[in-house]
């Protein structure tokens, strides 16, 4: 019998990409559950063809607790989130039920269907203005800046007290920025999509020396596998990054390169971008090394993935 899965937020880019890979192990039966409302039914096209893979299109912050697809789940990767740290702290109660008020319906849900593990895509935004860089996953962090990575802290502190209550266990995972193919929101879209509109002048948000850590989706994925296979404790909370950084102006370089245009660049005379913005993450990624992790990809190698990516999904810009 196949191990069922259920990966929830599992249409987004980094949920696809995760279905793509435990399918192509052909040792468990997938349930992926998305309210489409970022994800792409399209990113989900080689998943649907696999008899071992359901989509169900279901809202996580409203979800019946009654229903029973989660039924004989052995695992849950809990992606499921509106990952959008700029709109947070407009949209507050929007990533209240998108992020917190989800994480409490899997708790439940979990629990009433005796689920023995729960993986959670946090975020290195909950380390803050910390002065530790590169942060360790147990330094001290000062007070959360976006409403998103405080939902992203409120939902581990929900996890992790499921994971002493109930003898569940619980993988952290705080990723820095991610890029590569699926690739739908960043700077570099964000970029992208400006240049396609007007090549002569960018506007950039902050003064582009913002200095952030990013990594490949195939990085990340190839994490949440060791992770599955080689996590010892109940409850573990794990970096996922690169030992680099770049600046935003290094990454306008090359994106203009790559497009082959000369624009006029405006920066703003602030060291943030936006509200919630971070100007210097790096995580210390030691704890996954020492279980046999290791980037393979570069930033520069990371955001040329990227842009190859978007300029062969243009519509994806729309
Ligand atoms: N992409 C990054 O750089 C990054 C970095 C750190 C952490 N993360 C986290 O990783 C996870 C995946 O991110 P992503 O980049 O793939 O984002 P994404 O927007 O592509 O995927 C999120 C998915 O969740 C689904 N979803 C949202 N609310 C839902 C709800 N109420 N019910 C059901 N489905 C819902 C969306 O439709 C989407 O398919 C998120 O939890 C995000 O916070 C992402």
Redo the contacts with the bound molecule.
């Keep these: 019998m196949k191990k069922k899965i259920i990966v ?9 990409s995760l279905i793509d890979k435990l399918l192509s192990k052909n040792i468990y039966k997938i349930y992926c ?8 039914l399209e990113f989900l096209a080689d998943a649907l063809k696999n008899k071992n893979f359901k989509f169900i299109n ?6 019946n607790k009654s229903i029973n697809y989660f039924k004989n789940t052995e695992i849950i990767f ?6 959008d740290v700029k709109k947070s702290y407009q949209q507050r109660e929007k990533h209240y ?3 917190i008020k ?1 994480t409490q319906n899997i708790i439940e849900l979990a629990i009433k269907n005796k689920i023995k593990r729960i993986f959670f ?5 909950v380390y803050g203005n910390t002065k530790n860089i590169p942060t360790k996953e147990n330094d001290n962090f000062p007070i959360q800046n976006s409403f ?1 990575a405080a939902a ?1 802290l409120s939902s581990e502190a929900l996890l992790t007290a499921l994971g002493e209550s109930h003898n569940i266990k619980i993988s952290i995972l ?6 590569g193919p ?5 700077h570099l879209i964000d970029f992208y999509k400006k240049l396609s509109k007007n090549k002569k002048k960018l506007y950039v948000l902050g003064n582009g020396l913002q200095k952030k850590s990013y990594i490949h989706i195939d990085d990340i994925i190839s994490g949440f596998i060791i992770i599955l296979k080689k996590q010892k404790k109940q409850i573990e909370i794990f970096n996922i990054g690169t030992d680099e950084k770049k600046n935003v102006k290094n990454s306008v370089q090359m994106i203009t390169k790559y497009l082959n245009v000369k624009p006029q660049i405006m920066y703003e005379n602030k060291k943030t971008g936006w509200i919630g913005d971070i100007p210097n993450i790096q995580v210390d990624c030691k704890k996954l090394k020492n279980i046999g992790w290791k980037a393979k990809y570069t930033i520069n190698e990371s955001i040329i993935s990227t842009l190859n990516w978007i300029d062969k999904n243009k519509k994806i810009l729309k």
Aim: neutral net charge; without cysteine.
């Design positions: 929830t937020g599992g249409a987004g880019f980094i949920g696809s559950i998305d309210n489409l409302s970022t994800g792409r279901d809202d996580l912050s409203s979800i809990h992606l499921a989130a509106l990952a039920e998108n992020n989800i895509s946090s975020t290195a935004s998103y992203k705080r990723l820095v920025s991610v890029m699926r690739y739908t929101h960043g």
